[in-house]
């Protein structure tokens, strides 16, 4: 008997009907547009409550109002916040908070009407109960808080804006419209379960302790009561539902801190007169014991350096264990004479050769500088001395995370500022300094590299960038030891190639009695015991040999470790590890997980073609939340118990399958000069392997390990809209670009060129129609090239730096540097002074070069950029416009380096597209490629094409 499938002639002519449908609703999806933008979405934030019972998520569109979604792990949905923004859970976990936002539509008709700021649409609040996912809603909410660890009560501040009820002539404006009262604020504090709310006037600032049993909050003096009777600090009993007026009059009142067990309150406040020149602040304490707050710290207290006083500015925190208080100290400042007529005076800057910082580096960080506090203690508990652990000679100080121990870090860089015109970061001496006397104790010198404080401040640990070289030094002791020595790997950064000592990879964190801290080389995990007596891999050498970078996965807040607060996170070695994992040779990504405690290879969990981000995990539950994306699925939200056994909870941008999108491929090939390279290769969804595509490259570096990248479509500050293209019937190619010092033009020549003629040996590559396009580093790049190929039909620079030799002694205004760094240490990569090698500097500047350019370019240079000089884009336009070459320049009128104006941003979206239309696929020229716009029809036409 026959018992293979028997195809009939029907059953023929459905499949090959199913096939026609398939193909035709491919052919039929439509490229993007320019109208996709602004609904184009991604999520924004996302958190698991501490029980992990719940989940919330914010989509945001690109452009318009967002939306919360409140979900169960199990992805059963709770309900939904329109607008909603700045959410939090209660501590508890019943209960989620967020603000509304205004319809986006209505601020926006409210900024066309140019209304005052108390006119402009509100905010609310939220309050949602997640046992019943009931929604509270409150009007016109300008802030809340919540106690960070426990309670029942949120704080909010309101707004309210009344109009007086009568018209008569002495209540009505010049207009005869009703005067308006000023907005007053009102401090709510709302117990979260019964709703029973207490109500205060004229609080703006207000902050609860910890544990949630007190808030504090500060009152201003009623509109026409000028002594300010109940102005001042009030310390309310959550419990009692009482206030105690603590510290009294009108005044600034301001970093206001608890200690662990809220006993202990201390802030800082300046009680002069309001049209005072000069601000007095004073350091301030209390205790329930005490009726009123005291002042701990002034001008003449004990230890005050002479013509200093508490700062306004400086951070005011407890030690853990309440012993300690740290604040902010500053020399008294200057009074300017307003008795002076201004316009008879000369606005001059003086620049001086001797000065630690240049001119313009005093004027962009004048703010700060004006702000710069140096860190004092007191011990409240004992006496009212001041003790300075920082000053003008060693500024910068770093504690622990409890700051319990004795010995603060301090480091100085005084008297070797100038040299930082030439090379980035300055070497600096390290100090202990003692919390009980201020002792100082001088600990290494000219270390030049990352340095941190162990989490009991027992050892103070430092990469030097100078010998490439980890080091440890006991503070007690005084005795200093090199963790790697005959360490068969480098701890410096194995890529680098720019002309400096490279960075370092970084401390993962120590375990908690100090006895190990954890370091990374270029894959693996290393432990150190900081006497220098032990050392262990961790990982046993498992990413080196698989070439996979691990790193330790702190998750109780979704941040890395190396970021959390104190600099130096503390890891249970008792707990399995999380360990995110990155494969060099696919540049796939994953998770691993490890034994802290025993030198074993890691045990993969997944690992795969995606990217992941926000992980994060429930405190008191195993539960992950985190997203997950490659170039084809957007990061959508997922949760997971084992990052194995996934429920997908968001779905964000479902209208991308109504587009032509597209696919991400490594490629590799090997230059003229033997070196293996690789980049992305992004192609249509389309693909037509028949037909013939033209070919955009975009580069900057190295964007390869961006493989599995979701790339959205939304308008970029100038580089390449990737997708967008993509969709649009472009391949675009991503090569990755290795550098040879002293000749980074060269380079760029070696990886970018001959990666395009790999891809022009493809059958479905137009070799006619090849294009680059870069922003920044990438803008410079592109001018070089296109001086030394006319392979390339058209051209788009962002930002770039033509001439070296003028851009050399200039000034990055953003931050008022010189821009002598870049091209000696980093990444300009010339590594020579101008004076040492012109030649360099010449022959990498496209300027030197300009006649030889075939291919017509547009420059994008705007006037405010404060990282590339826009004269470089002037001096390139120019030029080619005398040699009679096809150049266009776009300066987008007060913006920066990169546009930052979302109107700007679509711009020059629609541009880049119709530019390329044209000298890659043959389409008419818009106007303002054809003609340009004349500064007469500015603001009037735009020069579009149809």
Known sequence: MNTQPHLTMQKIATFFFLLFVAGTTLAQKKPLDHSVYDGWQSISTSAISKNGQFIYYIISPQEGDAELVVTTPQNQPLGRIHRAANPSFSPDGKFLIAQIKPFFKDTREAKIKKKKPDEMPKDSLAIMALGTADVYKIPAVKSYKTPEESGNYIAYISEQNPVRPDTTAADTSKAGKPERKKAQSVLHIRHLTDGEETTIERVETYYFSKDGHVLVYVRTAAEKDSIGTDAGLYYYDLATKTSRHISRGKGVYKNIAFDESASQLAF????????????????????????????????????????????????????????????????????????????????????????????????????????????????????????????????????????????????????????????????????????????????????????????????????????????????????????????????????????????????????????????????????????????????????????????????????????????????????????????????????????????????????????????????????????????????????????????????????????????????????????????????????????????????????????????????????????????????????????????????????????????????????????????????????????????????????????????????????????????????SRIGATLWENPQLYIENSPLFHLPNVMTPVVIMSNDEDGAVPWYQGIEMFTALRRLQKPVWMLNYNGEAHNLVQRQNRKDIQRRQLEFFDHFLKGKPAAPWIEKGVPAVLKGIDWGFGK
Not at 368 to 384: D, F, H
Not at 494 to 516: F, L, T
């Open 268 to 827: 800082v406040a300046d009680k002069s007169p309001e049209k005072s020149l000069q601000k007095t602040f004073n350091l301030y304490y209390y205790t329930s014991d005490q009726d009123t707050a005291v002042i701990i710290a002034h001008r003449q207290t004990a230890g005050m350096p002479q013509h200093w006083s508490v700062s306004g500015e400086g951070n005011v925190r407890f030690s853990k264990n309440g012993a300690k208080l740290f604040f902010g100290v500053a020399p008294i400042p200057a009074v300017k004479d307003t008795t002076l007529v201004e316009f008879e005076h000369a606005k001059v800057d003086i620049w001086h050769w001797k000065d630690d910082y240049l001119q313009s580096q005093q004027l962009a960080n004048l703010r700060r500088e004006q702000n710069r506090s140096y860190l004092a203690v007191t011990y409240p508990k004992q006496g009212r001395k001041i003790i300075p652990l920082a000053d003008e000679q060693l500024p910068d100080t770093r504690l622990t995370e409890d700051a319990d121990n004795e010995f603060a870090l301090a480091t100085t860089d005084v008297g070797r500022r100038i040299e930082t015109q030439w090379q980035t970061g300055s070497f600096q001496d390290i100090y202990a300094v003692s919390t009980v006397d201020g002792s100082r104790k001088k600990i290494a010198e000219n270390v030049r590299g990352s340095i941190s404080l162990s989490p009991q401040g027992t050892y103070a640990v430092w990469f030097n960038r100078t010998d490439g070289n980890w080091y440890s030094h006991d503070i007690q002791r005084g005795h200093t030891v090199q963790l790697n020595t005959d360490v068969p790997v480098s701890f410096a950064d194995e890529d680098n190639d720019v002309p400096d000592e490279p960075n370092g990879y970084g401390i993962a964190g120590w375990d908690e009695d100090d006895k190990e801290v954890f370091i990374y080389d270029k894959y693996d995990i290393w432990a150190f015991r900081p006497d220098g007596t032990k050392r262990r891999l961790v990982t046993n050498g498992a990413g080196r040999s698989n070439q996979i970078t691990f790193r330790y996965q702190d998750l109780t807040d979704g941040r890395p470790s190396m970021f959390r607060r104190g600099g130096a996170a503390v890891i249970d070695v008792k707990k399995p590890w999380i360990l995110s994992a990155f494969s060099h040779v696919t540049k796939e990504n994953g998770w691993y997980t490890t034994d802290g405690r025993n030198n074993r290879d890691p045990k993969a969990i997944v690992i795969g073609p995606y990217r992941y981000g926000q992980i994060k995990s429930a405190e008191d539950t195993d539960l992950y939340v985190y997203t997950k994306e490659n170039y084809v699925s957007p990061p959508d939200l997922y949760t997971s118990t084992d990052l194995i056994r996934e429920t997908k909870l968001s779905s964000i941008n479902p209208q991308q399958q109504q587009y032509n999108w597209g696919t991400a491929e490594l490629v590799k090939w090997t230059t003229p000069k033997g070196y293996a390279a690789e980049g992305i290769l992004y192609k249509p969804e389309d693909f037509d392997p028949s037909k013939k595509y033209p070919v955009i490259a975009y580069f900057y570096e190295r964007l390869s390990n961006g493989l599995y990248s979701y790339i959205p479509p939304s308008p970029t500050p100038s580089r390449l809209n990737i997708s967008f293209f993509v969709s649009n019937g472009y391949l675009v190619f991503a090569p990755d670009i290795r550098y040879e010092i002293g000749y980074p033009g060269q380079s760029a020549e070696e990886y970018v060129n001959s990666g395009m003629e790999a891809l022009k040996a493809q059958p479905w590559v137009d070799g006619e129609h090849l294009a680059v396009q870069g922003q920044s580093w990438g803008g410079y790049q592109v001018a070089h090239l296109i001086t030394r190929t006319d392979m390339y039909a058209a051209a788009w620079a962002g930002a770039p730096v033509v001439n070296m030799t003028s851009a050399y002694g200039g000034i990055r205004w953003d931050s008022g540097m010189n821009r002598q760094f870049q091209y000696e240490r980093t990444q």
